[in-house]
Structure formats: C-alpha cells, structure tokens
C-alpha cells in the first residue's frame, strides 16, 4: 500500500514538475497565452467591480424615487386603509407610507424651506394638498406593475387627476436610469462571454501548438506504455501556470489603476458608477476577488488544455 502511494506520489511530481519545465520551454507561446488570459480575467474583474458597483448605486436612486399616490378629499378612512393594505401586498412594494392633508403640508413646507415664494403661495391659501401615499419599489424595473395595479379603475376612482406620480418627465427620468443600467450590465455579461472564449481558443491552440512540437516524443511516451493522465498531465499543469500568473497579474492591474489614480476619485462618478465605491469594494473584497480570479484562470486554462489533449489522443488511438 505504501509503495502504491509513494508511486502516485512521485507520478504526481513528476508531472508537476514537467508542467513546469514545458512552461519555461514554451516561453513565447506562454507570453501570448497569458497577455489574452489577463485582459479576460481582468474585463471579468472590472464586470464584477461594476456589477456590485451598479446595485449599491441602484440601491440608493431606489431608495430615494418613490411613487406619490394623491387622493381625493372625498376618501373615506376605510377607503384609504383598504388601498394602504392592498398595496403592502404587492410583492414589488418595499414601503408604504400614508400622510394626511396636514403631514403633506408639513412635509411640503420642510423641503422648500429655501423657497420663499413657494411658501408664500401655499400659506396664502386653505391647505390645497391631498392626503398622499408614498410607495417605495424594491426593483425600479417592477415599477410599471406597481402603476398598473393603480390604475385600476377602482383605485383610479379615488386619486386626483394627477396621480400617480410615475408618468411624464419623472417616469422617463426613472425609465433612463432602469435601462441604462441593464444596457450596461447586459455589455458586462457579453464582454466576459466573447473575452472568455477568445481566450480558451488562444490556450487551445498554444497548447496545440506544444503538442506538436512534442508530437514525437508524446508518441515515444505512448509506445511505452505512459497512461493518458501522465501524458495529459503536463499539458493541464502548464495551462493552470497559465491562470495562475493571469490572475495575479489582472490583480496587480487593478490594484495600480485604483491607486493610481486616488487623487482623482475623491469626488469622481462615471454616470451610475461611483468609483469612490468601486475602489472601496475592490480593496474590502481583494482575497476574494484574487481567489475567484485564480479559480476562472485556471477553470479556463484546464479545460482548453483537456480538450487539446483528448482531441490529440483520441487522433493517436485512431
């Protein structure tokens, strides 16, 4: 038993060892290899960085839009306490908040403390504004079913002639902001796909390439009797030195740009990325970030590398 584990054992190394040394021998095939490999991991890099980046700003503008629901003076309480309960039982409503005809004016009179004029005009008359019912989304995309439950023509029947508040200019605001934001993200997804499969068709063909180079003394090793792992081996373990180099490079890449260009993101945003928050989130979650870079490059390096392989065995026992 222990003669069988010291052999696998030493096939092991042996193997490791090869992966290596084919790595050194194949320096410039290796160099292309990896310059593809780390613009792909670090696009993926940059799509996950935006990606989190996206949702934390989504989370606020969510959190700040809400939908005004104005009732006419003539609801009743019951009225009022069925369409309140009603909308708490949308599965697309986080919050739901009602205020009086006083609370309105209160709220009203708080946000335009630095308009005089306005304030003016309202305290010139009877309290002209409707008792309001303030609805939070959870998703911005889920918005129009919100609306659609609104106006309804029972609960139409009991809103002013402008409510709710998601039409005209704030629902095409609101609108511009939700696409842009999944245009953006749908790009990310894309730019990983395309990026990732250039990049397992490089490492296919350089390992191709290595094969055939090989190409007689892989035939010698086969004559010989060497297994398909052993002869495989070598190949998964120079492609995984691939990945390994990739990811730690696509790091370093990131880490340089964030740093430097600090001075600069003091007070930056790109539209809807805030890269003050891009670079807190890459610097929170670096070992993260460094394992999962490390697991996609060496996803991508092992499996162009069996592919390689099995379609120059599988030729070989032809």
Request: hydrophobic residues 50%; glycine residues 4%.
């Amino acid at each position: 038993m222990n003669r069988i584990y010291k052999r696998r054992l030493i096939t092991f190394w042996r193997i490791i060892t090869t992966g290596m040394t084919n790595f050194i021998r194949n320096a410039s095939l290796a160099i292309a290899a990896i310059a593809v490999m780390v613009v792909t991991l670090t696009i993926v890099l940059f799509s996950l960085i935006a990606n989190a980046t996206f949702t934390n700003t989504i989370a606020q503008i969510t959190n700040k839009i809400d939908i005004s629901v104005y009732l006419k003076d003539s609801v009743t309480p019951q009225q009022k306490d069925s369409l309140v309960a009603n909308l708490k039982k949308l599965p697309d409503v986080g919050k739901v908040t009602y205020l009086s005809k006083d609370q309105a004016l209160q709220t009203y009179i708080k946000d335009n403390t630095k308009n005089p004029q306005l304030l003016q005009a309202i305290n010139a008359t009877d309290n002209p504004l409707p008792a309001t019912i303030k609805i939070k989304p959870l998703d911005l995309n889920k918005i129009g079913t919100i609306k659609n439950f609104l106006v309804t023509p029972a609960n139409a029947a009991l809103q002013t002639a402008d409510s709710p508040s998601y039409n005209g200019d704030r629902k095409q605001a609101i609108d511009t902001i939700t696409h842009a934001t999944n245009v953006l993200r749908t790009i990310g997804i894309a730019s990983v796909i395309i990026f990732t499969i250039i990049c397992a068709l490089i490492i296919f063909n350089t390992i191709q390439m290595a094969i055939f180079n090989r190409r007689d003394e892989l035939t010698i090793m086969r004559l010989l009797g060497a297994s398909t792992s052993y002869i495989r081996g070598p190949f998964v373990v120079e492609s995984a030195i691939y990945g390994i180099l990739s990811a730690v490079l696509s790091m370093v890449i990131v880490n340089a740009a964030f740093i430097a260009s600090s001075s600069a993101l003091q007070a930056t945003s790109l539209g809807l990325l805030d890269i003050n928050f891009a670079a807190d989130f890459f610097g929170s979650h670096f070992l993260r970030l460094l394992l999962l870079q490390l697991l996609v490059g060496i996803l991508i390096g092992i499996a162009s590398s069996t592919i390689a392989t099995r379609r120059y065995l599988k030729f070989k026992t032809k």
